[in-house]
């Protein structure tokens, strides 16, 4: 193992759990984050964010991590509160040919991208989410839609 993936077993091993967050340096692309193992210390799906800050997104990626470990089921198509303040979020399936282009750590812990992974979408701060018809274009470029057949 390389050191990069050495870190990733010990966050693993310690908090259950290693998050990324990817930026793109030219800000075309919107930033994403996710985790890796979860899958392997729970048996629950992997969760990817796209489009908030690195930050914001990393807490939010531990606050899942806290409430799986706690035995909380979270389910797809589901709406949750406590992830963002003041909004509630749902949890969408990803499908394999993007967990192969966005979720490499995992797809190098599992070997491939047979793992469970969920895309946590949430609304614009006026309550409207990306399926909606009145979501904006730039909204829906923000956070694209990882699904099999695009929700939106």
């Known amino acids: ?3 990069a993936e050495i870190k990733i077993m010990e966050n693993i091993s310690t908090y259950g759990c290693h998050v990324t967050s990817v930026f793109d340096p030219k800000q075309q ?3 994403f984050t996710y985790t890796t193992g979860i899958n392997r210390q729970e048996s629950r799906p992997e969760l990817i964010i796209v489009g ?3 930050e914001l997104s990393s807490l939010i990626a ?3 991590n806290r409430r799986i470990q706690e035995g909380e089921v979270l389910m797809e198509d589901g709406f949750y509160e406590g ?3 003041g909004f509630e979020v749902c949890f969408k399936p990803v499908a394999n040919r993007f967990k192969e282009e966005f979720m490499l750590s995992c797809n190098w812990l599992y070997e491939g991208t047979t793992y469970p992974a969920l895309q946590l979408v949430y ?3 006026d309550g409207i989410w990306p399926w909606e018809a009145k979501a904006s274009d730039s909204f ?6 990882f699904q099999e057949t695009s929700a939106w």
């Open 62 to 64: 531990n606050e899942y």
């Open 140 to 145: 829906k470029l923000l956070q694209p839609s």
């Open 29 to 31: 692309d919107p930033n």
């Open 123 to 125: 609304p614009t701060v």
């Open 52 to 54: 908030l800050r690195s």
């Open 83 to 85: 992830f963002l303040d």
């Open 1 to 3: 193992m390389n050191e």
